[in-house]
C-alpha cells in the first residue's frame, strides 16, 4: 500500500502550560515516530538551551530578512521577541510520509490554521488559571514586568480554545504525553484518510 502523506501536529497552548516539557517527553519516548520542527526565536537563550535544538536563535535582523523572504509557515512577535516555523522542512517532511511536529504559540497556530486546515490541532491547557500563573512566576527566568505580560497574554490564549481539535490538559506530564500520542494515532486511523487510499487503489486497479 503506498505510504500516505504525514500528519501536521500543532502542539500549543498558553505560555508557562508546559508546551516544552510534554514535547520533551515525547521525543524521550523510543516509540515516537514524529520529525520535530525546530521553532526560530529571537529570544535569549534560556540556561540549558541549545541552537539547533531547542530553538534556532536568531537576530531580529536575521528574522526579519527571512520574513521578507517568505520562509515561514508563520510567525508572530510575542512578548517583544519573534517566533516562526521554517516551511520548507515542514513541506519536504510531510511529502516523505513522516510526522512532522509543532510546538508553537497560540498567535502562530492561527497562521498555520489558515495554511494547513487539514493539520491536527492539540491545544495545552492548564489545570487551572491560578496553576498557570504559579508556573510563569516560578520560573524565575524572567522579570516582574515580563511575567505580567505572559499572564495577561496566557489569559487571552486560554480563551482561544475553540480553534483547536482537542484539547489535553497538563496536569501530570506522562499523562498528558500519552494523550497527545493516542490522539495521533486515531487520526492516522480516520476513515477520510484510509477511504482515500483504498479509493486510489480501486482506480488503479481498473
Known amino acids: 500500500m503506498e505510504k500516505e502523506k504525514g500528519l501536521l501536529i500543532v502542539l500549543s497552548g498558553p505560555s508557562g502550560v508546559g508546551k516544552g516539557t510534554v514535547r520533551k517527553a515525547i521525543f524521550d519516548d523510543p516509540a515516537t515516530d514524529f520529525e520535530y520542527s525546530i521553532s526560530m526565536t ?43 516555523t521554517p516551511v520548507q522542512y515542514v513541506r519536504d517532511t510531510m511529502d516523505a510520509g513522516k510526522d512532522v511536529f509543532l510546538e508553537i504559540e497560540v498567535q502562530g497556530a492561527r497562521q498555520v490554521r489558515k495554511k494547513f486546515p487539514e493539520a491536527l490541532f492539540i491545544f495545552l491547557a492548564p489545570p487551572t488559571l491560578e496553576h498557570l500563573e504559579q508556573r510563569l512566576i516560578g520560573r524565575g527566568t524572567e522579570s516582574q514586568e515580563v511575567i505580567q505580560n505572559r499572564i495577561n497574554e496566557a489569559r487571552k490564549e486560554v480563551e482561544m ?12 506530564v506522562s499523562v498528558a504525553k500519552e494523550k497527545v500520542q493516542t490522539i495521533v494515532e486515531a487520526e492516522h486511523l480516520k476513515r477520510e484518510r484510509i477511504e482515500a487510499r483504498f479509493r486510489k487503489m480501486i482506480l488503479e486497479a481498473k
Open 161 to 172: 480554545m475553540n480553534l483547536y481539535d482537542y484539547v489535553v490538559i497538563n496536569d501530570e
Open 42 to 84: 529571537t529570544r535569549n537563550k534560556r540556561e540549558g538551551e541549545v541552537d539547533g535544538v531547542d530553538y534556532f536563535f536568531k537576530t531580529r535582523e536575521e528574522f526579519e530578512a527571512l520574513i521578507k523572504a517568505d520562509a515561514f509557515i508563520e510567525y508572530a512577535e510575542y512578548v517583544g521577541n519573534y517566533y516562526g
